[in-house]
Nanobody
Framework: LQLVESGGGLVQPGGSLRLSCVVS??????????MGWFRQAPGKEREGISC?????????NYADSVKGRFTISRDNAKNTVYLQMNGLKPEDTAVYYC?????????????WGQGTQVTVSP
């Protein structure tokens, strides 16, 4: 699989961004994969922030740091996963990565993209 993230940029605190992750090279269906987002800021550990389950996508989870502000969704017909980010804070500044897991939830990623930079600053 190849994953390509987009939608990052510079935004003021309190603003919104929507990240997209387009997946190619799928031999079956994107629905076979749990999809998630994780991020890494300079000098900080990688943080898993959200996951949406495979086979129907009826389960989601979020890190406490983004709960209530971020929403993950998927469009299997478009082979795309989204991360809607509202109420952005400076501490959300990081490179955001999309990942695909062959498991029901994002226990471990089998594939990931190159990332997109999100910067939250006045």
């Amino acid at each position: 699989l190849q994953l390509v993230e987009s939608g990052g940029g510079l935004v003021q605190p309190g603003g919104s961004l929507r990240l997209s992750c387009v997946v190619s090279g799928i031999t079956a269906t994107l629905d076979d994969y749990a999809m998630g987002w994780f991020r890494q800021a300079p000098g900080k550990e990688r943080e898993g922030i959200s996951c949406i389950s495979s086979h129907g996508g009826d389960r989601t989870n979020y890190a406490d740091s983004v709960k209530g502000r971020f929403t993950i969704s998927r469009d299997n017909a478009k082979n795309t996963v989204y991360l809607q980010m509202n109420g952005l804070k400076p501490e959300d500044t990081a490179v955001y990565y999309c990942g695909a897991s062959s498991m029901t939830m994002c226990v471990m990623y089998d594939y990931w993209g190159q990332g997109t930079q999100v910067t939250v600053s006045p």
